[in-house]
């Protein structure tokens, strides 16, 4: 008990405690969108033609494509002329090899360990990439030994251009909706991942995100790639100064698992929110996808959502190999002004494939929260089986919790149960902490934690407890 | 552009007053292919609204359920419940809504969807949907699609009853919540006809 107070007080009295900016050097590219720029872009990441063609025919895809609004958004205008492409640090000219000490700094101040022996006796590997470049990546060697591949987008276009080629966009393709088409045309770095036939991966791997310049997008895009029974997991983190403006961040993450593979995706998004009345804060839109592609193969989704001004992420599964599984387990929390739009697809197409849906949403100030999801069981989908559960947790009266969830059934022997509850913080409850001595905001923070542990729970110990902290700090201010 | 705030629904066709119970009961027979579109607003202090639905397809029949519930008021109650059975070649969508208005406090809202699908050409789709905008609410839905269970149909059979009839037992109890007093037995003719 005492720990866990010791966290709480830590934390109720911190406001976003990652909003600082880091003065370094940057380089940027002029504003605005048309093709001139992404071949700039492209030219400046040395590309081959390919690259800057697939880039090139998304951009003509993406022009004529509307922005969506079908989501429960109060979304702005976005001036997609009015923001910088590509931002990135100066590299010393003495030392290239090096990390600038500053980055190294700001990465330290994060809590993410760039120098490889100073981490911990449970290694992370990480990617670390500061707005639209890769700074570092950990480990690459001690992975190189068991065949892994782990290194940055751009290393791995010029490094292994057939497995890269192989497997782009064959998740999400490029006109797949308005934000991947934007992604596909103009994306900068992100983490490139491939665990051979039968490895499994000694380490977990992370990518972490830093947006630091002004006036820029984020555009990062992963691809993960499990062979034939490998596993991995996989852990992703995201930061961004305080500013009164918005910034976009469009991300596109594939991830593809073969015959018997098992991947684990865990996400702690922590983007600025803006402050308590609304202004500025990271749009987050993002397109994450994975596809279950051999038999037997699998697949989780863990992600814990606090901030962004407005987040809308449908992490999704296709299962198309026979008897493959996945799994999603969100918790996401709004507070002041913030607007979240999540939720996952389960598309079963082979044979006994299985799913489960757990989200938690937690709204608090007012914010408003839905989960949006889509169970689909196809023609083949024989004996599949989804199970889905969402619930609604209100705290004050100005805020909304919503639930959007569309089962689509075409399969006689397939099983699909929805189930989703909205309801308060009981008196009882807090009653019941209060009299035994432990203030109402840190009844809240008790209750909360109860609440999602069954999420929780599924996040790699590195990130379990950084996530109960952020509940704690996202809900500060929510009571009394 | 977009809607993340509260939008008051288009008035619906039922508005029931403080104190007031309203009770709909709907039966869609075999060979029947229905629109049934609901809007129902709670607007006095206390209102409640009981909806109970069931559906037999068994040949090509399309049935359509749209349902708002529109708690405007506090403390009202809303149940609904709308089961079927989709056999042959039909198609059944169920798009339900509760929307909680931020005044409607100490609203209780329930909503059941569930369905059976026989064959490999008929299809369930159901959007069942939550719009909450106050805090003092219990609400909650389900939905599912599934098939008879096999274990309970072996639990019968075990037991010297023939499968057909054991199905249609099945049947029966699947929808006994939703049946209407006094239609027992014309419900009971028509799962025997699929």
Same mark, same amino acid.
């Given at each position: ?36 720029? /992404?071949?700039? /872009? ?64 700001? $990465?330290?101040?994060?809590? /993410? ?65 308005? $934000? ?24 977990? &791997? ?12 984020? $555009?990062?895009?992963? &691809? ?94 296709i299962l198309k190999g026979d008897f493959s599984a ?19 697809k389960m598309i079963h197409l082979g044979r006994g494939t299985r799913s ?18 889509l169970v689909r069981m196809g023609r083949n989908a024989l004996n599949a089986r989804n199970y889905?559960?969402?619930?609604? &947790? ?12 569309v089962i689509h059934s075409q399969c006689p022997s397939a099983t699909v149960e929805h ?62 | ?56 397809c ?27 059975i989709a056999g042959g070649s039909a198609q059944v ?21 569930h369905n059976i699908v026989l064959t490999e050409e008929a299809k369930v789709e159901t959007?069942?949907? %939550? ?12 939905a599912t699609v599934g098939q008879l269970n096999p ?23 699947? %929808? ?19």
């Open positions: 008990m005492s720990e866990s107070n010791k966290i709480i007080q830590e934390f109720t009295s911190a406001e976003y405690k990652e909003g600082f900016v880091t003065d370094v050097e940057q380089e940027f590219i002029p504003k605005g969108l048309n093709e001139d720029i /992404i071949r700039l /872009i492209s030219r400046r990441k040395e590309e081959p033609a390919w690259l800057l063609e697939f880039r090139l025919d998304a951009f003509r895809k993406w022009q004529a494509m509307p922005q969506p609004d079908w989501a429960h958004l109060d979304m702005p205008e976005i001036d997609f002329q009015d923001i910088i492409y590509y931002a990135a640090p100066k590299k010393d000219k003495d030392r290239p090899k090096e990390i600038d000490p500053k980055l190294a700094e700001t $990465f330290d101040k994060l809590g /993410i360990p760039l120098r490889e022996r100073e981490a911990l006796a449970g290694v992370v590997a990480v990617d670390a990439v500061f707005d639209s470049v890769s700074v570092t990546t950990t480990f690459r060697k001690t992975l190189a030994e068991k065949g892994i591949i782990f290194c940055s987008f751009s290393e791995a276009v010029k490094e292994h251009p057939d497995l890269v080629r192989q497997y782009l966009a064959s998740v999400v393709p490029a006109s797949d909706n308005f $934000f991947a088409a934007l992604n596909s045309a103009v994306f900068s770095d992100g983490s490139f991942c491939y665990i051979p036939k039968g490895v499994r991966c000694p380490m977990e &791997l992370s990518s972490y995100f830093r947006i630091n310049a002004r006036g820029t997008g984020q $555009f990062e895009r992963t &691809l993960i790639v499990a062979d034939e029974g490998s596993y991995v997991s996989y852990m992703e983190g995201c930061t961004a100064p305080m500013r009164d403006e918005r910034q976009l961040h469009a991300a596109v993450v594939e991830i593809v698992v073969e015959k018997d593979a098992d991947v684990k995706y865990s996400t702690v998004q922590n983007w600025y929110p803006g402050d308590a009345d609304g202004k500025g804060g990271i749009l987050n839109l993002v397109t994450k996808r994975g596809i279950c592609k051999g038999s037997g193969s699998h697949l989780s989704w863990t992600q814990v959502e606090t901030g962004s001004a407005i987040t809308w992420k449908y992490p999704s599964t996945s799994e999603f387990y969100s918790v996401a929390v709004t507070n002041n002004h913030q607007q979240a739009d999540t939720g996952t489960r849906i757990v989200s938690k949403g937690i709204s608090a100030g007012v914010s408003q929260n839905s989960y949006r999801g889905s559960q969402c619930d609604s &947790l209100l705290i004050g009266s100005r805020c909304g919790a919503h639930t959007f969830p189930e989703a509850t909205t309801s308060k913080i009981s008196e009882d409850q807090l009653f019941y902490c209060n009299q035994r001595g432990i203030g109402p905001e840190d009844a809240v923070g008790l209750i909360v934690n109860g609440y999602a542990r069954e999420v929780l729970s599924r996040l790699p110990m590195e990130f379990a407890v950084e996530a109960q902290k952020l509940l704690q700090v996202s809900l500060e201010g929510s009571v009394g | 552009m977009g809607h993340g705030k509260y939008i008051a629904p288009p008035r619906g066709q039922y508005q029931v007053l403080s104190g007031e119970v309203l009770n709909l009961e709907f039966v869609v027979l075999p060979g029947e292919s229905r629109d049934i579109d609901l809007s129902v607003d709670l607007v006095g202090e206390g209102a409640q609204a009981h909806i109970k639905a069931l559906y037999l068994k040949a090509d029949e399309k049935v359509n359920f749209r349902i708002c519930m529109h708690h405007c008021a506090p403390g009202c109650h809303s149940t609904q419940k709308i089961n079927g969508h169920f798009d339900g809504t509760i929307v909680v208005a931020p005044e409607a406090q100490q609203t209780e809202a329930y909503q059941e969807n959007r069942p949907q %939550l719009e909450i905008y106050a805090d003092d609410v219990k609400c909650s839905h389900g274990d309970e149909l072996f639990y019968m059979r075990s037991r010297g009853i023939p499968e057909a009839e054991a199905r249609t037992l099945q049947m029966l109890s699947f %929808l006994s919540p939703v049946i209407p007093a006094g239609r027992g037995e014309e419900i009971e003719k028509a799962i025997r006809s699929l």
